[in-house]
């Protein structure tokens, strides 16, 4: 499956100039064409989403990313049901082990109401029931997710707020059950986020090749 990206926004762990070290951030078709080392079409038509740990940021963090996401954001009530199917490999992981691989995000803040992780060799979870929730519930979706090993993860989302993150690899399942967003969410932007976000600060100490990689096989995303 080729996996179009071209009208995604690609936030890069590359600063946006000289004199402005904050993230770029820009389509899909253009990080393509100007950074083809940090985003990489492959021969099969999946693509490679890189982020060394020592990059630039966000102005809020010292986390680098190479993630796509939706360029529009929507409301839980336009559409019946929102899916995100990703699915990826992860080549190479940062020295912390543990890289943020999907998201369902909210315009303006930084308290998603779902992140799913790779950790250690798990798929896991934070979810937010409400909006700006101090601290997310953490579950374990799927243990035994080597690096190098094909898995999907897929976040369906329902106009109720009523979602559901599932995530398989090898043959073997795993899933979150049916969670609810309060209507604390009902009037919240939301989109999509995917690719490799890094859980460990960089610092002066931060080894050059430190990093995470990743190649997304196949995406879909849709609002129905």
């Known amino acids: 499956m080729t996996v179009n990206i071209s009208n995604l926004t690609i936030t890069t762990p590359v600063a946006t100039s000289s004199t402005n070290p904050v993230a770029l951030e820009l389509s899909g078709a253009e990080a393509l064409a100007r950074y083809p080392n940090v985003v990489t079409a492959l021969a099969d038509g999946s693509v490679q989403f890189s982020a060394p740990t020592k990059g630039a940021s966000s102005k809020s963090t010292h986390r ?3 993630e796509w ?3 529009n954001y929507w409301l839980l009530a336009s559409a019946a049901e929102h ?14 082990q543990k890289v943020v691989i999907s998201q369902l995000h909210v315009k303006d803040d930084d308290s998603p109401p779902v992140k799913v992780f790779w950790s250690k060799g798990n798929i896991t979870l934070g979810f937010r ?9 953490n579950t374990t979706l799927l243990k035994g997710v080597p690096l190098g090993a094909k898995f999907t993860v897929t976040l369906r989302v329902l106009a109720s707020g ?4 599932t995530a398989s690899c090898n043959g073997k399942a795993g899933s979150s ?4 967003m309060d209507s604390s969410w009902r009037s919240s932007l ?5 690719g490799v976000y890094n859980q460990v600060d960089y610092t002066d100490a931060t080894a050059a090749d430190d990093g995470s990689i990743c190649i997304v096989s196949a995406l879909s995303l849709s609002h129905e």
């Open 190 to 194: 939301l989109n999509f986020h995917g």
């Open 177 to 180: 059950g049916s969670l609810q």
């Open 129 to 137: 029931e409400t909006f700006n929730q101090a601290t997310p519930v």
């Open 162 to 165: 009523a979602l559901t993150v």
């Open 69 to 71: 996401k939706e360029p």
């Open 83 to 96: 899916i995100n199917m990703q699915e990826m490999t992860l080549t190479k992981v940062n020295s912390a």
């Open 64 to 66: 680098t990313r190479c």
